[in-house]
């Protein structure tokens, strides 16, 4: 056993691991298509603005994603929204990630010292255009350690769409550990793989951390 | 650049073969016994079943505890060890891998016996016959045979026969696409995928079939896929006193008459 069953499902295995950078990639673009907004939002001076993006952080962190799976698959027909597997745990996950990247931004630009603004502001440039000129690239570069973070994280959280009967590495396993009954290998093996793409990701988002590094500041050596 | 990348490859290298060396002694180590002995100074006979199974294992609302005629089965044999009884709920899909490694003394969860199955674990005398059923919504009418369930989507208790049977004759012919097969780790999450219109039918053994149609409204049973498959009880293949120990407890309750009781108590 052991060995051949690894050997005679690697492309099952393959497909698996496939969907699940798919769900991931596409739940880190919909977290940070949301988040940066929702992030900027959490430092709005507007009351309104600023109460709203932070109910969404607090409630959706701190609510369990897989309770959110399951409300997002099996609470939203009851309302009339019917989303296949896939579509309802990129949104489920995207939407979780979406109020840690808020955080993690609201960290970064709050982590740019005030001065840089205020130099901003008194060379004539508007809120906006410190912002985006100044402060956000900034920013940027001080949030990569802590979303790589957030990735890697991201990346293993996929596993619990596997709940939703959607054909990601996790649910492979315990479909292979169904006919095989050999879980040690089975999720031995599997966790190998995910270990593969969180390393990847990490030595990825490093290179881009010295690559965007700006000589002498912030993290970067 | 360079060193970072060798180091990578190196780290990966490393998992991959640490975990392949790892699995081929799987079936080697850590495994632990169980026996009639075990489970006497134990005291306790641990079991496991996988709930949302009527009438064989479900959720009792007002004792928040799992019932039916596993359950009673399970009882029964604890009480006849004179052990006390622990019943642990789980995947479906579990529960075999649970039993080779000793996790579990026994699990009872309406498993038909495969030759499958045999490979790896050990059953009992069967002690209940059942085939395969397609549910369907009451007011459908376009599904009434297994042709019929071409390019639709179906919900499965994920390594049930019934999911194997799904496999076999629909999508490994092509009938069906993979992806929609809708595969859950309990029966009764493949229920609810039915009921919230989210899959066309449902493949599920027979008895529970009938007891969901009978328990919720709105569904109905289209067709009986005849299987002729006999349930029995999950054990580790080392442990052949238990085996025989329970053997025996079904013969004598089939001879007395407690096992048609017992059946007839919960259909």
Redesign the interface.
């Known amino acids: 056993?052991?060995?051949e069953i690894?050997a005679n499902n690697l492309g099952f295995f393959l497909k698996g691991a496939i969907l699940t950078l798919e769900i991931s990639l596409a739940a880190i673009a919909l977290g940070f298509a949301l988040g940066v907004p929702m992030g900027l939002a959490r430092i709005s001076r507007v009351l309104p603005v600023r109460a709203l993006a932070t109910g969404y952080v607090e409630a959706l962190r701190g609510t369990p994603l897989l309770v959110q799976i399951f409300i997002v698959y099996?609470g939203l027909?009851s309302i009339g929204i019917?989303l296949?597997?896939?579509v309802s745990g990129i949104l489920a996950v995207g939407l979780n990630s979406a109020a840690y990247q808020a955080e993690i931004l609201r960290g970064g630009i709050q982590s740019v010292p005030k001065g840089q603004m205020e130099a901003a502001r008194s060379m004539g440039m508007t809120y906006g255009q410190s912002m985006r000129r100044v402060v956000l690239p900034q920013a940027m570069r001080l949030i990569i350690p802590p979303m790589t973070n957030e990735f890697i994280i991201l990346i293993k959280d996929s596993s619990l769409v596997s709940?939703i009967?959607v054909?990601e590495l996790t649910?492979v396993a315990?479909?292979l550990?169904?006919?095989?009954?050999?879980?040690?290998?089975i999720f031995?093996?599997v966790?190998?793989v995910y270990?593969?793409m969180t390393?990847?990701t990490s030595?990825i988002l490093?290179?881009v951390e010295k690559k965007t590094a700006i000589p002498g500041f912030g993290a970067g050596d | 650049m360079i060193g970072v990348k060798r180091k990578a490859w190196a780290v990966i290298g490393v998992v991959v073969v640490i975990s392949l060396i790892a699995s081929s002694f799987a079936g080697c180590i850590g495994e632990r016994e169980t026996s009639v002995d075990i489970i006497k100074s134990r005291g306790k006979l641990i079991v496991g079943t996988s709930g949302g199974f009527p009438p064989f294992e479900v959720i009792n609302e007002t004792t928040q505890q799992l019932e039916g005629l596993d359950i009673d089965l399970a009882y029964r044999i604890g009480q006849e060890l004179g052990v006390t009884v622990e019943i642990r709920n789980m995947d479906f899909a579990a529960l075999i891998g649970a039993v080779k490694t000793g996790m579990i003394d026994m699990a009872i969860a309406g498993m038909t016996i495969t030759e499958e199955r045999n490979k790896s674990v050990a059953f009992s005398k069967p002690y209940f016959r059942a085939d395969q059923a397609i549910v369907v919504k009451a007011d459908r009418t376009d599904i009434n045979s297994p042709a019929d369930l071409a390019g639709k989507k179906i919900a499965v208790n994920q390594g049930t026969t019934g999911d194997f049977w799904v496999d076999e004759n629909l999508v490994a012919t092509g009938l069906v696409a993979e992806q929609d097969v809708h595969k859950f780790g309990f029966a009764s999450d493949a229920l609810l995928e039915l009921v919230a219109d989210r899959v066309d039918a449902l493949v599920i053994d027979s008895p529970v079939a009938e007891m969901y149609v009978a328990r919720t409204s709105g569904l109905k049973v289209v067709y009986t896929i005849v299987t002729n498959e006999y349930y029995g009880i999950c054990m580790n293949k080392n442990a052949v006193e238990l085996i025989e120990f329970v053997n025996d407890l079904i013969e004598e309750m089939e001879a007395s008459g407690e096992m048609q009781a017992l059946i007839d108590k919960w259909f």
Do not use: C, H
Not at chain 1, 177 to 185: G, V
């Open positions: 056993m052991g060995l690894i099996f027909p019917y296949d597997p896939l709940a009967s054909w649910l315990k479909e550990n169904a006919k095989y009954f050999d879980p040690f290998t031995l093996f966790a190998a270990f593969i390393f990847a030595k490093r290179v």
